[in-house]
Every structure is written in C-alpha cells, then in structure tokens.
C-alpha cells in the first residue's frame, strides 16, 4: 500500500525529429519488396533520418526548447538525459543541453542508459525527487538515433527522435501513478557494443523477449495493487515498429483473457501509434512520443482517463506503470507545432539518404558544414580540440 501521495507527473511535454525522412515505399521498391510488408507487417510509413550535423543533443535540445519558459528555467533542479546513442563515454549529452537552453547553475545533470528502457526510470527518479521537493521541477529527455545496417532485415525499423517533458507536483498533463511492475533478465537481444556504430539484433527473439518480459512486467505490477486491466482506457507501449505495439497489445488481452472487439482494441491503442509510424523508431523517447501521439491525436476528452505504459530496453528491463489524465491537459499541448514539424520535413532519394547514412562521424578539426543540415535551431558546428561545440542557430 502507498501512502496517499502527493500529486507528481508530467506538467509539459514536447518531442522533435529530423526535417529528413525516408518513405519506406522507396526503400522497398529499391530492395525489391512488397510495400505492404513495411506497412502491413511491421507498421512503418516513414523513417526520420538525421542530418550531418545534428545529434542526440541537438535532438533534446529542440525538443526542450518549446517546453521551457524563464520562470521554469530558473526552476528546473536536475535533467535526466536518457539515450543509448551516448556521444561521449564520459561527459553527460545533458550537460551541453543545460547550456543550450540557458537553465540555472544550481542543477543536477546525468546520463541514463538501459536501451529504450531508461527514460522510465529517469521519470519514475523524477518524480521521486519532486515529491521529496514539491517547489522545484526536474527536465526529463529521451533522446536516440535508431541506426541498423543498410540492406538488413531491421533497416526498416530505423529512427531518431527526442521528447522531453517536465516533471512537476500538481502537474498539468497527466499524474504518474506510485504503482510499477518491474522485470529484468541477462539476455542478448538487442545490443550495441563500443566500437560499431550500428545495433546488433537477433530481430525475432527481440519481439518474444519484448512480450515475455511485458507480460512478467505486467503481472509485477499487478501485485503491486496496479490498475485492473479494465480500468485502463488507453495503452502506450515501446514503439520499435508500430506493429510491435499492436502485437503485445493482443497479448496483454490474452493474458487478461480480455475479448476486445476491434474497435475496442483500436480505442485502447491507435492514437498512439500515428506519431511513430512516421518517425521511426527513437529508442528510448518511442513511449513518450507515443503518448504525445494519443494526447494530441485522440479528439475526445481524456480528463480522468488511465493510460497504462509498458516501457521495454532490450538486454533486458521491462516496467509497466500508469498515469490519469489531468483536466485542462489540452491547453498544455503543443499539437499545431508537432504537427507542423512533422509536416514540414522533407523527403529523402534513396541515393541521399544513403550518402547521409554512410556520412563519416564528425571528426577532430573539423567543421561540420553540409547543405544537407538540420532545419532545427541547433546544431552541432564543429568538432576543436576533441571538443563538440553547438551553436543556437
Ligand atoms: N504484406 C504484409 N505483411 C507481410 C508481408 C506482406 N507482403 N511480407 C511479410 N509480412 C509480415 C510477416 O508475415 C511478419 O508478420 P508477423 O510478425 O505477424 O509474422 C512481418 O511482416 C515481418 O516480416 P518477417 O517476419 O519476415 O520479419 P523481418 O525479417 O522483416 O524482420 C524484425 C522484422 C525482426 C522486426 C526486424 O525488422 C528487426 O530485427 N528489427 C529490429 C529489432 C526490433 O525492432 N525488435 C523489436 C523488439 S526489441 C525492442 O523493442 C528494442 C528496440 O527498440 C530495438
């Protein structure tokens, strides 16, 4: 049982990809393949590419912008950064975008990683150190570029993309509820070692793994006195590919030997699949990206409304846990400009996004200058002294 807790949850919420993408129909008619298999099978439309000179803390750093004013600025107490695309082994992503945004000195900055998994953790800390301190708020980002081998089974399936939120008490959004299930088990399905620049995946055992520890996951937070699986109107899961959502989805009904029609299980789940299925895959900002899509997307009132989360990081850690929409959530969205963003980016050849995908990594001396660069307000100029320095643009 908890202790009658004090309201904690996310007050603000904003995401940002790449101005680039890849329709999967090119990608498919260039590897000879049914469309229908990257639209039907795995879920996807598109895929957002990044540029040259953007990274994951040009990603974050956008994605924050939006969401912060001067008031939050001075009030922010910690960032927890959350990616496994991390750009130095030493120095956290989340120290660059503490400068970028200008945020007070008095702040605790660090890195998080587990796979796709770490920015649950990140929120659920988030919120553990507001509810010890109701007066200040934390910034949480996820922020990933999803990258596979070219002519790989798994190329379809990749990504980028950052959303950052910030955690507040009596938050605006949605409460976080105290109750989580929690799995963790030392498998290799999906991992990334220092020296390559692309994931290694045992693809199928990645998806039986995803639902097993969901399921484990799922049961965990049962014990813990988690909402019936009745008494939760909407479902966001970790978004590798669409399809992969829709799929665990039926599983979590068949374990709670739930039948649900077809429009019932399209309430519980479409609208927070539309964002994805033409991002891509962005690691560990999928699930919050996806609750954006279901915020912003799903046109009735969510006031009260439960939304469960299961949050999967391969290797592997699974959490579910829980949120009720809080009323007056819509005047805190940002639909018009997620959606303009999205609407704005622009399609890539096959041949250019090649060229981008085989770009070498920015180097030491130099000057990261491209006509193919990011539309966003930051990027990443040059590369001195070992050093990477951003500008606001
Ligand atoms: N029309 C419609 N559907 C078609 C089709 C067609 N013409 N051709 C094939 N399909 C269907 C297949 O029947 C299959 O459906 P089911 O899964 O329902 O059987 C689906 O398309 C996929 O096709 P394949 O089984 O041939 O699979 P694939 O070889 O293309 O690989 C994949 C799919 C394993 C997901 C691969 O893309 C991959 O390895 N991706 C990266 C790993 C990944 O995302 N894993 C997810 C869990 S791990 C995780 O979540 C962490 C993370 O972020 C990575």
Not at 8 to 32: E, H, K, M, P
Not at 198 to 204: E, S
Not at 287 to 308: P, R
């Amino acid at each position: 049982m908890y202790a009658t807790p004090l309201a904690v949850g996310i007050d603000q919420i904003g995401f940002y990809t790449s101005n680039f993408y890849l329709d999967l129909a090119v990608l498919a008619q260039r590897n000879g393949i049914d469309v229908s298999k990257y639209h039907h099978g795995i879920g996807q439309e598109k895929m957002s590419v990044p540029a040259h000179d953007e990274d994951i803390v040009t990603l974050a750093a956008n994605a924050a912008d939006s969401i912060i004013d001067d008031a939050e600025r001075e009030n922010i107490s910690a960032v927890f950064f959350a990616t496994e695309t991390g750009i130095d082994q030493s120095k956290a992503a989340g120290v660059y975008v503490h400068r970028l945004l200008g945020l007070n000195s008095n702040c605790r900055v660090v890195e998080l990683k587990q796979a796709c998994y770490s920015c649950t953790a990140a929120l659920q800390m988030a919120c553990a150190l507001v509810a010890r301190n109701p007066k200040k708020s934390v910034l949480v980002i996820a922020s990933d570029v999803a990258r596979y081998e070219l002519d790989s089974a798994a190329e379809a399936t990749q990504g980028c993309g950052a959303v950052a939120m910030i955690i507040k008490a009596n938050p605006r959004i949605l409460q976080i509820q105290p109750q989580a299930g929690n799995y963790t088990e030392d498998v290799m399905d999906f991992w990334r070692p220092n020296y390559r620049k692309t994931a290694l995946v045992d693809g199928k055992f990645s998806t039986q793994m995803y639902i097993k520890a969901m399921l484990a996951a799922w049961d965990n937070y049962q014990a813990d006195g988690g909402f019936a699986f009745a008494d939760i109107a909407h479902f966001c899961y970790h978004l590798p590919f669409t399809r992969m959502g829709q799929k665990a989805h039926r599983s979590l009904c068949q374990h709670n030997m739930a039948s649900i029609p077809k429009d019932a299980f399209d309430t519980q789940l479409a609208d927070s699949l539309i964002y994805s299925r033409i991002i891509g895959n962005s690691y560990s900002a999928s699930l919050f990206i996806g609750l954006t899509s279901l915020l912003e997307q799903n046109t009735n009132d969510l006031t009260g409304k439960n939304i469960g989360f299961l949050s999967y990081g391969s290797g592997c850690v699974a959490e579910f846990f829980a949120g009720t929409v809080v009323a007056g959530y819509k005047d805190k969205l940002h639909t018009k400009k997620h959606e303009a963003m999205l609407h704005a980016r622009e399609p890539l050849s096959h041949t250019q996004y090649v060229d981008l995908w085989n770009y070498p990594d920015p180097q030491e001396g130099e000057e990261v200058t491209m006509q193919m660069g990011t539309t966003g307000k930051f990027k990443l100029a040059r590369i001195y002294e070992h050093k990477r320095d951003y500008l606001r643009v």
